[in-house]
């Protein structure tokens, strides 16, 4: 069906060139649609407008609710048999990093850390050291935010989450 959306608006587009180059050019098919085809012409604007403006958005809006990850849900569905030790990362990173980091699985969206969906290997020894040292990128990560276990449990999280 979205084929179809997208597909649509082309061959009405198509359509217009064909009429217009085979008219005589842009005047000649003025002329054309303004003296023989005038109602025909003006059933097919009222459709097309009809198309694009409803049919479209409505193909769009009820496709929304079958696609994954347009919500939380499929990172729900994909920690639910995780570690204990996972899971408390996770609700740490949503109090301490989601603030900062950018990160599809908890639907964070910082603004000043770095997308942790974006930055190569992620592994836990990785995100652990960069809690205790602060970042390794423009020092804006205070270091030790995180201690012990917490920061173990968080570093899992990140690992086992990060760029999937």
């Not at 609710?65 to 570690?83: I, M, V, Y």
């Amino acid at each position: 069906m979205e084929i179809l959306a997208f597909l649509v608006p082309w061959i009405l587009i198509g359509i217009g060139v064909f009429f217009v180059s085979f008219s005589g050019g842009p005047g000649a098919a003025r002329e054309a649609y303004l003296t023989r085809g005038r109602r025909a012409f003006g059933a097919l604007i009222v459709l097309t407008y009809v198309g694009i403006g409803i049919a479209i958005p409505a193909v769009v809006i009820a496709s929304r609710g079958t696609r994954e990850g347009n919500s939380t849900r499929l990172s729900q569905d994909k920690l639910r048999d995780a570690k204990p030790d996972i899971q408390k990362g996770k609700q740490l990173f949503s109090e301490s990093c989601a603030a900062c980091h950018n990160l599809d699985a908890v639907n964070a969206r910082g603004v000043t850390g770095p997308d942790l969906d974006k930055i190569g290997t992620v592994t836990p020894g990785r995100v652990e050291n960069a809690i205790k040292i602060g970042g390794t990128g423009q020092l804006r990560m205070p270091a030790g935010l995180l201690q012990g276990q917490n920061a173990k449990n968080v570093a899992a999280f990140v690992a086992a989450v990060a760029g999937k």
